[in-house]
């Protein structure tokens, strides 16, 4: 299949040794009701991808846990075989059980099982990409990432993964994982109305290493706050456009990765993300968090 050439909003950043643009998709919306089982429109969902890549998206997020399976054979059956310029990113450390809970699985077997099964479903030979997911759905969680950093180099070594990030973490464990192996991201809940990263984005970006938001848009619950509505409102535009073109604006290193199962909804946030934002609009959206 073919990328288009189209400039995103944002531009590209270099993802260690490959370079993305910033404006990426996350699929993890892509499966059924809260992440569980097919989608609801599965012709909706591999139009989606495609439409992603058509418009020249080659940053994909995803995971085997979503579905579990559906979201990377989703993938799989839309990009397979794969442009060279697309990377997908995916990750570890959680299972699925049948109630849909994200029970922890990171022992070195958990790992290296989890890091078969992604290249099985994705249908690749090495993966791109993978993010060491620690915390869980309350967020991130004090404890070592040590020698999951450990197991995930090996696995490296062994050619079967690209590059590594780390996600849902403390700063603290990426202080860790960073003294166990090179990460090129973090993957971390971030958006307008919830900024407890700000301090590591910053600190990030000195270093080269790039900050992934999940939930741009709130996740689950959309983002709702006076400012945004206002500054929304007073630019014609929606509040996930000012969302999107805050994230692009608050940090060069800030890699988006919004997530939706609809074309219409990805072709509105790429041209919302090119919004340009005022340092009064910025001012007033800073607050929102204050
Ligand atoms: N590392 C982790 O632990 C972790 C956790 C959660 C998520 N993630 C990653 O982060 C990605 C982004 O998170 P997310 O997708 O859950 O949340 P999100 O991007 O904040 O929001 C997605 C929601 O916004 C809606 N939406 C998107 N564009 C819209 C538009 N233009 N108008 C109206 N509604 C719109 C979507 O609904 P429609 O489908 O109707 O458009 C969907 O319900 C995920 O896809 C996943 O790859 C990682």
Redo the contacts with the bound molecule.
Sequence with gaps: MTTASTTLPGGTWNLGDRTVTRFGY????LAGPWVMGPPADRDGAIAVLREAVAQGVTHI??SDAYGPRVTNELIREALHPYPGSVLIAT?VGANRDAEGGWPTARTPEDLRKQVHENLESLGAERLDLV?M?MGDANGPQPGSIAEAMETLAGLQQEGLIGQLGV??VTAEQVAEARTVTSIVCV?N?Y?LANRWDDHLIDSLAADNIAYVP???????T?LQADALTAVATRLEA?Q?AVALAWLLQRSENILL??????VA?LR??ITGASLSLTAQDVAELDNINS
């Design positions: 996350g699929a993890m919306q997020d995803t990750k993010n997911r996600s849902n993957q809940m958006n999940f939930f741009p848009l709130g996740g689950f959309p929606t996930m990765i919004p997530g939706t199962s609809k909804h509105e946030n």
